[in-house]
């Protein structure tokens, strides 16, 4: 990807990408590639001053020599989270709006570039279990099949784009649901893949087809805003051996290191998922809106 030629694009405009923690992955990523290209890396600085990134809120990238950022919010699962909580900090309740969509989404109503995602805490316990969870205006369903709780919540989300984005101005992505690769468990029973060296090369090892994108391309089916689909599954499914694993921090000795393969791993997030940047660059040259004009 040339990084300076996307900036170059991205002149006096923003980019967003909203979603959960892997597309704040696929967010440093960018960050990290553009920056590259910029010459006096000075001019390139988050604007509240922050450098630590995994916490709920709005981070954004400021490249002073294009007058342009590069934004991330995150919402995990795109609708309004809502928890009553007791005076000392316990959770009391929780429920999810399906109706609604999170506080942080008219943030990017004026972006000029969106790349959306969600998908992975549909996998949660309180999620896929949706006993009294998931609520509709004054109605909280008793128990709701996770996949419909899914499609609905997309669905409220696909609405508010076609009645509040104006795609004359926004190009709104979505990016495709990324597969893990836990074996022996998953992330908090013992899942590992630090002994993957290498891909995925033979086809019959690879999982079915996800669910979840069979409903998004559904939902998304349905649109009048043109959104440019990043189908990224198949890829990530290849390469068992492209995650952090136990390697999320420095290990003073081989010790350190075998003791962390024993407990928690990482087989969801990625090294460096600057494939998907890629094939970000690509598409919007393919689509070629105003400035992404060959």
């Not at 590639?33 to 010459?39: A, F, S």
């Not at 599954?233 to 350190?256: A, F, I, N, Q, W």
Request: charge should be positive.
């Amino acid at each position: 990807m040339n990084g300076t030629d996307f900036l170059e694009r991205l002149r006096g405009q923003r980019i967003i990408l909203v979603g959960d923690s892997l597309n704040r992955n696929m967010w440093e990523s960018l960050v990290c590639t553009l920056r590259h290209g910029v010459r006096n890396k000075k001019n390139v600085y988050e604007k509240s001053g922050k450098n630590q990134f995994k916490t709920r809120g709005y981070y954004s990238f400021k490249f002073r020599d294009y007058n342009c950022s590069v934004d991330f919010i995150r919402s995990t699962l795109l609708v309004k989270e809502m928890v009553r909580e007791s005076p000392n900090g316990t959770v009391l309740d929780e429920k999810l709006r399906l109706d609604e969509l999170d506080a942080t989404t008219p943030a990017y109503q004026t972006a000029d570039i969106v790349v959306v995602n969600t998908g992975h805490w549909w996998t949660h316990p309180k999620t896929s279990k949706g006993l009294n969870y998931y609520q509709e205006g004054y109605r909280v369903h008793h128990c709701l099949e996770v996949m419909e709780a899914y499609r609905k919540a997309l669905t409220t989300w696909a609405k508010w784009v076609d009645k509040n984005i104006d795609p004359t101005r926004t190009q709104i992505v979505f990016r495709g649901l990324s597969l893990t690769h836990f074996k022996g468990g998953q992330w908090n029973s013992g899942g590992g893949c630090h002994r993957e060296t290498e891909p995925v090369f033979n086809q019959t090892y690879l999982t079915e087809y996800p669910e979840r994108m069979r409903v998004l391309e559904k939902v998304m089916s349905r649109m009048k805003t043109p959104v440019i689909y990043l189908n990224i599954s198949r890829l990530t499914d290849y390469r068992k051996d492209g995650h952090p694993s136990v390697y999320r921090v420095r290990y003073e000795t081989e010790e350190e290191r075998m003791a962390a393969a024993a407990t928690k791993q990482d087989c969801s997030h990625w090294c460096l998922p600057g494939t998907w940047n890629e094939l970000l660059y690509a598409s919007l040259l393919q689509v070629g809106k105003g400035s992404w004009r060959l």
